[in-house]
């Protein structure tokens, strides 16, 4: 059976000025969910926003809100997080090494979906130990740069470890984010990502649904062709 295609604007590319009347724009563009890139100045060398701008968002939409923690301590987000609205809560492997079980109970019990993000540098094998067991994350997210900024370029080395995964995991929900757009998005449906984050390609285009369809397109001819 196919994983549904989801199509997750970036809104670290949006007018954050602007970011309930942005998300509205991109959920009426045909966006799936909105991906939220929280940054702590840390574990990345760029500060973004946190739980209180999830909750003020959360005011004015009902939209999946995928949170993308490039955090060092994810652990501490995740009762903010949980009581601010956000559906999705992916951390990243590489902080989480000791801890991933706490880390995947707390989000669960918070009412969220639980997922795992892996740097460019972190081979795939690394998560294997998180998609077994009763605490288990229900989504990865292969990064496809190196986390911190928008509109940098498509890491299409990466998709080894998409094919990797999809071979292991047919049902598996698997995110790609960074660079994706209408000329890279052909190599990561291909690879079996079904869940795609896109920035820059979708607020920087003149008509953001037609890129959020092409970009759908893309993942569902591929599923039919594997
Ligand atoms: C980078 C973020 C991405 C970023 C993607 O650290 O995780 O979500 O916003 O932006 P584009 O699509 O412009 O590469
Ligand atoms: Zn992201």
């Given at each position: 059976?196919?994983?549904?295609?989801?199509?997750?604007?970036?809104?670290?590319?949006?007018?954050?000025?602007?970011?309930?009347?942005?998300?509205?724009?991109?959920?009426?563009?045909?966006?799936?969910?909105l991906?939220?890139?929280?940054?702590?100045?840390?574990?990345?060398?760029?500060?973004?926003?946190?739980?209180?701008?999830?909750?003020?968002?959360?005011?004015?939409?009902k939209?999946?809100?995928?949170?993308?923690?490039?955090?060092?301590?994810?652990?501490?987000?995740?009762?903010?997080?949980?009581?601010a609205?956000?559906?999705?809560?992916?951390?990243?492997?590489?902080?989480?090494?000791?801890?991933?079980?706490?880390?995947?109970?707390?989000?669960?019990?918070?009412?969220?979906?639980?997922?795992?993000a892996?740097?460019?540098?972190?081979?795939?094998?690394?998560?294997?130990?998180?998609?077994?067991?009763?605490?288990?994350?229900?989504?990865?997210?292969?990064?496809?740069?190196?986390?911190?900024?928008?509109?940098?370029?498509?890491?299409?080395?990466?998709?080894?470890?998409?094919?990797?995964?999809?071979?292991?995991?047919?049902?598996?929900?698997?995110?790609?984010d960074?660079?994706?757009?209408?000329?890279?998005?052909?190599?990561?449906?291909?690879?079996?990502?079904?869940?795609?984050?896109?920035?820059?390609?979708?607020?920087?285009?003149?008509?953001?649904?037609?890129?959020?369809?092409?970009?759908?397109?893309?993942?569902?001819?591929?599923?039919?062709?594997?």
């Amino acid at each position: 059976m196919a994983v549904a295609a989801k199509i997750a604007p970036s809104m670290l590319s949006s007018d954050f000025a602007n970011l309930a009347s942005e998300a509205d724009r991109m959920l009426r563009s045909g966006a799936d969910w909105l991906h939220m890139d929280i940054m702590d100045g840390h574990f990345v060398p760029n500060l973004t926003i946190g739980a209180p701008v999830i909750a003020s968002l959360r005011k004015h939409t009902k939209g999946y809100l995928d949170c993308h923690l490039m955090v060092t301590n994810p652990l501490d987000y995740v009762e903010p997080f949980g009581k601010a609205g956000a559906s999705g809560f992916t951390f990243h492997v590489e902080v989480s090494k000791d801890n991933w079980q706490e880390l995947v109970h707390q989000i669960k019990a918070k009412g969220m979906r639980p997922g795992v993000a892996l740097k460019p540098g972190t081979p795939i094998e690394e998560v294997y130990s998180l998609l077994q067991g009763e605490h288990r994350v229900e989504m990865v997210l292969v990064m496809t740069v190196e986390p911190g900024f928008g509109g940098q370029k498509f890491m299409s080395e990466m998709m080894n470890k998409v094919r990797t995964l999809r071979e292991k995991f047919p049902t598996l929900d698997i995110e790609v984010d960074g660079g994706l757009g209408p000329s890279t998005i052909d190599d990561a449906s291909r690879a079996g990502a079904n869940c795609i984050v896109a920035g820059s390609s979708v607020f920087g285009a003149a008509d953001p649904a037609e890129v959020i369809s092409l970009l759908r397109k893309s993942v569902v001819e591929a599923q039919k062709c594997s």
